[in-house]
């Protein structure tokens, strides 16, 4: 029987799945993708059902079983006709009863009886700088990977034996879901996407340069660790890295993810260990689309002894950071992740507001 996660681990552990699952796409490239989440019981702190909606890494709207509306959370969204949040609104509802069902008979085949299971799905498209169009979706259950369709066959493949039942349901003459959704990706999803892009274009692309910081705290005699903190940066693509006397690049030991900050823009930090030698030199290079030419700040050694105060990281700025992932991951019912309308059954009869 699959070991359970205490809930307040797996609230951090889906924190970490979104951030991470939230990749990196070039300036000219756009991401739509949808997050849904049912879980097995109330009193959990978490809504029953949940939704949430990204273009790239701008939330745009949501759902839950408490409010049981779709509501728009970027302000370009209100651009959209209303007749989109009426139908969006009865499309989620209709499928809490679908995944009640779908996470009651995993629950079932796992031979769960009680305690805390949920189940996720997160799909959606990508326009590329290129024109191309790309799909993807992918499901878990209690964290783990459950099932995923393969985008050059258009068939769902199962991660454990208790999908196999699932998977065979989707790829049957009956109801081949994965050609279904292979024709809402190529239609619907990149069409929505491009609406949504047009009314958002202004935040969407937007350049913001970055700021950069560097401070440097001994280790040892002989060692010192070096920080460059990137922040306040839009979009998100970034590149960061520590080099020596102008010219050899030094491998970063320890580098944090991009986080968002809760103005919409990013911040992520480089460190690297380097021996202390007075005459070498170090510099931070930043490469941003924002920016004409890499931006470059120097750190240069001076004598200083160990028990001499260091330039420490404006840690406003690093908690401002932390505290927006916690409150992306609040405003969303904690965790999520999307779960496109299915479940052991057919795609229901909808309109445009399918995606």
Known sequence: MPQLIPAGRMKMTLLILLILRMSLVSSDSHILRYYYMGVSAAGSGLPEFSVVGYIDNHQIINYNSESRQVRPVASWMSKIEPE???????????????????????????????????FQDVYGCQL??????????QLG????????????????????????????????PDVREGEQHKAFVEN??????????????????????????VWGRRQSDDVMRLQCLVYGFHPRPVDVKWVRNGEDDVPS????????????TYQIRVSVEVPTKEEDTYSCHVDHSSLEDVLTVKWVFFCVSSSEPQ??????????????????????????VHIKRKASYKRANSSDANS
């Open 84 to 118: 989109f949040w009426e139908v969006e609104t009865q499309v989620c509802r209709a499928y809490e009863s679908i995944f009640k069902h779908f996470v009651s008979s995993t629950m079932a085949r796992l031979n769960q009886t009680r305690g805390f299971h949920f």
């Open 253 to 264: 030991d320890e580098m944090s993810p991009i986080l968002p900050h809760p103005d919409g």
């Open 311 to 336: 330039k420490d990281p404006p840690i406003g700025i690093i908690v401002g950071a932390a505290v927006s992932c916690f409150v992306v991951a609040i405003f969303i019912g904690g965790v999520f």
């Open 188 to 213: 619907k999803c990149i069409e929505y996407l491009k609406k949504h892009i047009d009314n958002g274009r202004e935040e969407l692309e937007k350049r913001v340069p970055p700021e950069v910081k």
């Open 141 to 172: 259950y209690d964290g783990r990977d459950f099932i995923y369709l393969d985008t050059q066959s258009w068939i769902y493949i199962p991660i454990t034996n208790e999908a196999q039942i699932t998977t065979q349901l989707w790829n049957s």
């Open 128 to 137: 590329e700088d290129d024109g191309s169009i790309t799909g993807f979706d």
